[in-house]
């Protein structure tokens, strides 16, 4: 069977912490189930939250003692994979049927990593991938991954392999995933803006593949009562945008803006031998005589114990 319903799940981290967070999601339980969604792929850092705004007291050459505070608050918040929200969102995806990409905040050990977790509706937590390079200020709290955590994972909808948020903007991330056969690419993220629509266009079309973005939603500062420098506090957080696309750069549903929800397409996956007819960026449009790209896909732990 080749056809089949992927989604986006637009929702926000909620100010109340992991645990409201994770009420939320299951909240759209039945709105998953009555789609007949086989896929849901949730937004960039949902469960851990995305402290947009947030200096944590880093001051060039300083840290304000303020700041070790907030991000030990952070620290609390983020998620173990061997904890209670791992177990609720493996039984989330044995309840719906669906194959689940979920942003979080891991914890491992005192470092903190942006990661995307695919559950398996039989299996439960099959893989992981950790961000890369963690854009700007976000490099004050998170770790970088390693090529030990590039899966493409197979689902009934496809498979599936993710980047999330700018690590998108990575031409060799890209050209590595490609080479992996991914049919859906999932790309939780926090980008609002227009150009992030542009992008999401570009990688469907340049890697002839199905392409779901998930974005959180957050309101303004204003209706969550609270201060961001530097920011209209009559306009959202984040705004929204998820959107999902076909494997010739065509819109197939969303963008969603300016509130939370399921957004929702039907796919074929035949559609794709179509679309790599003319261009196949790993395999017929390739030139293996004049460009290579090695990938190191070792695990890289800081320490090494022989004995």
């Known amino acids: 069977m080749t056809k089949s319903i992927i989604s986006a799940l637009q929702i926000g981290s909620a100010p109340e912490g992991k645990a409201a967070t994770l009420a939320a999601i299951l909240r759209h339980e039945r709105d998953i189930r009555n789609?007949?969604?086989?896929?849901?792929?949730?937004?960039?850092?949902?469960?851990?939250g995305y402290p947009k705004g947030e200096s944590f007291g880093t001051r060039l050459g300083f840290r304000l003692?303020?700041?070790?505070?907030?991000?030990?608050?952070?620290?609390?918040?983020?998620?173990?994979?061997?904890?209670?929200?791992?177990?609720?969102?493996?039984a989330l995806s044995a309840r719906t049927g669906a194959s689940l990409v979920v942003g979080v905040i891991e914890r491992g050990g005192s470092?903190?990593?942006?990661?995307?977790?695919?559950?398996?509706?039989?299996?439960?937590?099959?893989?992981k991938h950790r961000k890369l390079m963690p854009t700007g200020t976000e490099r004050l709290i998170w770790g970088q991954g390693d090529g030990s955590t590039l899966p493409v994972?197979?689902?009934?909808?496809?498979?599936?392999?993710?980047?999330?948020?700018?690590?998108?903007?990575?031409?060799?991330?890209?050209?590595?995933?490609?080479?992996?056969?991914?049919?859906?690419?999932?790309?939780?993220?926090?980008?609002?803006?227009?150009q992030w629509q542009a992008s999401m266009r570009h990688?469907?079309?340049?890697?002839?593949?199905?392409?779901?973005?998930?974005?959180?939603?957050?309101?303004?500062?204003?209706?969550?009562?609270?201060?961001?420098?530097?920011?209209?506090a009559a306009r959202p957080l984040i705004n929204g945008g998820s959107v999902i696309i076909g494997p010739l750069g065509e819109v197939l549903a969303g963008p969603l803006t300016g509130t939370e929800g399921l957004v929702l397409a039907e796919i074929d996956r035949a559609e794709l031998i179509r679309a790599r007819y003319d261009f196949d960026v790993v395999g017929h449009y390739a030139r293996p005589d004049v460009f290579r790209l090695e990938v190191d896909e070792r695990p890289k732990p800081p320490v090494h114990f022989i004995s």
């Open 35 to 48: 789609a007949g969604a086989s896929l849901v792929v949730l937004p960039e850092a949902l469960l851990g």
């Open 65 to 90: 003692p303020q700041g070790r505070e907030a991000f030990a608050a952070y620290y609390d918040n983020a998620i173990d994979l061997n904890g209670t929200e791992v177990e609720e969102l493996a």
């Open 203 to 232: 990688i469907a079309h340049e890697g002839r593949c199905f392409l779901v973005s998930a974005c959180q939603y957050q309101p303004s500062p204003a209706e969550l009562g609270v201060t961001v420098a530097d920011w209209d």
């Open 111 to 127: 470092t903190l990593y942006c990661s995307a977790l695919f559950f398996d509706p039989k299996a439960g937590l099959v893989a």
């Open 153 to 194: 994972v197979d689902s009934r909808a496809g498979r599936l392999g993710t980047a999330i948020c700018w690590e998108n903007h990575m031409p060799l991330l890209r050209t590595a995933m490609y080479a992996k056969g991914v049919e859906i690419w999932c790309a939780p993220t926090v980008d609002e803006r227009d």
